[in-house]
């Protein structure tokens, strides 16, 4: 039996599945770990099953990608293009804290509906309610919670009370590695009850902001995953892992912030409130990045000329792209109605912001600013615990695999084919 979902069919499974989104985890963080052999399940995932590069949909940021993830498919299609924007009708600034504008139905949606007993657990309740469409809910069959706000959990909202999704254990601090690590233990209490058969887990990237590969830090956190999907693989579980964005150290040498701030060069050139940037990286989250990343979009207020704004912008130290809303739309899967009229995209170390004073640099949690949304950050590791088919293992040498095919490759790839 399958399901189709956004013009991809989908296996219905008859095992458990597992898909993880390490948020933040760039390639550099795994290299590290395997060649100091501090993440041994890991390892053997890539060795066993499937390691491959995979581009992350743009920008590099966590809300789209998480729901590209869900839905199998890029931001053209679902609607979702960052974490905060501007609403052309209400000239209102918005931070997505809910559904938003999801426009595509999700896998972990439809599988429930096909009666598979589905949970979707998030580090930050900001994903929960995008990623719970149609899973959770009134009249819905599924979980869905978040770290952040288990506690609070009802039956008729998230599919669980708050004492189950606790289950004993404290609310972790937002800022902190365990936010992640409950939610990996929440994800295989459920397995292991038989509350849940196919469950997607998304982590916090709250070390890899803070912590650059090798640091102790970093090297706790990884060791504390890696033994939590080695017991989803002991347990059973065909486990998928990818990220939603790799990781960036955007500091001068000195370990100040390298940061352009697009706002105020563009009100020395055409004057103030004639443009106004929009950093969609900006979530709740300040102390990750201070809603600092290698993306911004610039709406242009007045009858400037849009292809002379893009070629100021371009000719900025620092600016890898200025892009006119049509192009950054065709050149990355990106919907029309969430653009702006130039989208900057930085070089490699660079943070775009708006205005001088205006990001909370004196609150970041590392000693250096680390964060992402460019190119840079776009290639992440793409893993499958279990070897793929004849098929797959095809798809993967002959076009550039996304994070939002892991369900495709886990769902339908580790699949055994008829002879």
């Keep these: 039996m399958s399901i189709l979902i956004n013009s991809r069919a989908y296996y219905v499974p008859n095992s458990p599945i597992v898909v993880i989104c390490y948020d933040g985890m760039d390639p550099s963080y795994l290299a590290d770990a395997a060649i100091r052999g501090i993440s041994p399940h890991l390892s053997a995932m890539a060795e066993r099953g499937f390691y491959g590069s995979a581009h992350s949909a743009m920008p590099s940021f966590t809300n789209p990608n998480n729901v590209s993830i869900v839905c199998g498919a890029p931001p053209s299609v679902h609607g979702v293009s960052g974490n905060y924007w501007y609403d052309r009708e209400t000239g209102e600034e918005v931070m997505m804290t809910d559904a938003g504008p999801l426009g595509a139905p999700t896998i972990l949606a439809g599988l429930s509906e096909a009666g598979v007993k589905v949970a979707a657990v998030t580090a930050k309740d900001k994903l929960r309610k995008a990623l719970a469409v149609g899973l959770a809910g009134e009249g819905r069959r599924g979980i869905a919670f978040s ?176 892009l006119l809303r049509d192009e950054v739309c065709r050149r990355f899967d990106l919907p029309m109605e969430r653009e702006g009229d130039v989208a900057v995209i930085a070089g490699k170390g660079v943070a775009l912001g708006t205005r001088q004073g205006a990001h909370a640099l004196g609150e970041l949690a590392g000693a250096r600013l680390r ?49």
């Design 147 to 322: 770290a952040e706000k288990a506690s609070t959990c009802t039956l008729t909202e998230h599919g669980i009370l708050g004492e189950e999704a606790q289950a004993g254990r404290p609310i972790p601090d937002q800022y902190s590695p365990d936010l992640s690590l409950f939610v990996l233990d929440a994800g295989l209490r459920l397995l292991q009850s038989g509350r849940a058969q196919v469950l997607y887990l998304s982590l916090s990237d709250f070390v890899q902001h803070a912590h650059a590969p090798g640091a102790p830090e970093s090297d706790a956190f990884i060791r504390a995953v890696d033994a939590r999907v080695g017991a989803f693989i002991d347990a059973g579980a065909t486990v998928g892992i990818v990220a939603d964005h790799g990781m960036t150290d955007l500091s001068l040498a000195d370990g100040s912030p390298n940061i352009l701030y697009l706002g105020d060069r563009l009100d020395a050139r055409y004057g103030a409130g004639t443009t106004r940037v929009i950093c969609p990286i900006t979530d709740p989250f300040v102390r990750h990045h201070g809603a600092l990343g290698g993306f911004v979009r610039v709406h242009i207020l007045s009858a400037l000329d849009h292809g002379e704004v893009r070629d100021f912008l371009a000719g900025l130290p620092g600016v890898q792209h200025a």
């Design 371 to 419: 964060s992402h949304g460019s190119l840079a950050e776009r290639d992440v590791p793409f893993l499958v615990s279990h070897p793929l088919n004849a098929t797959y293992r095809q798809k993967a040498r002959s076009q550039q695999l996304h994070n939002y095919d892991i369900f495709d490759f886990v769902l339908n790839g580790t699949r055994r084919e008829e002879a």
